[in-house]
């Protein structure tokens, strides 16, 4: 019921939007976050946004990364600038509601030269 999907290949320094589509029962302002997984890493978080808009971000990718949402397409977007090797990862959306995690598919980002 998550739908993740914008990734691929890109060079450093340019940019790309990652788009998390929610279908069925999940409502369109839940909390919604972005996680990624590097090669032989684990999860990390990256990016939430929370009913009313306020948003929160990794260290890593503060200042690069936004996100944002769409309510009446019940779409979160990561919008990720000056991109670097190291953002190079398998990229997932999440939320939590009715008592139970739900991730997106995930969606390869490739950060190379």
């Known amino acids: 019921q998550l739908q993740a999907s914008g990734g691929g290949l890109v060079q450093p320094g340019e940019s790309m939007r990652l788009s998390c589509a929610a279908s069925?029962?999940?409502?369109?302002?839940?909390?919604m976050s972005w996680y990624r997984q590097a090669p032989g890493s684990e999860r990390e978080w990256v990016a939430r946004i929370i009913p009313g808009g306020t948003t929160g971000y990794a260290d890593s990718v503060k200042g690069r990364f936004s996100i944002s949402r769409d309510l009446a397409k019940k779409t979160v977007y990561l919008q990720m600038n000056s991109l670097k090797p190291e953002d190079t990862a398998v990229y997932y959306c999440?939320?939590?509601?009715?008592?139970?995690?739900?991730w997106g598919q995930g969606t390869l980002v490739t950060v190379s030269s």
């Open positions: 069925g029962r999940i409502p369109s302002s839940n909390l």
């Open positions: 999440y939320t939590y509601t009715f008592g139970r995690d739900f």
